[in-house]
């Protein structure tokens, strides 16, 4: 099962967000000191 970006639903979703748990597409992810966040 795959899941789709909580920003861009029509985007599949490739990380999770280390503080909210939302699913993000690669154009939302932020990466900080080695953690995903979509803020």
Known sequence: ???NC???P???AS???SS???W???V???RF???VYCD
């Open 1 to 3: 099962m795959t899941s």
């Open 6 to 8: 909580a920003n861009h």
């Open 10 to 12: 029509s985007r599949e």
């Open 15 to 17: 990380q999770r967000c």
């Open 20 to 22: 909210c748990r939302k």
């Open 24 to 26: 993000l597409c690669d």
């Open 28 to 30: 939302c992810v932020n």
């Open 33 to 35: 000191n080695g953690q």
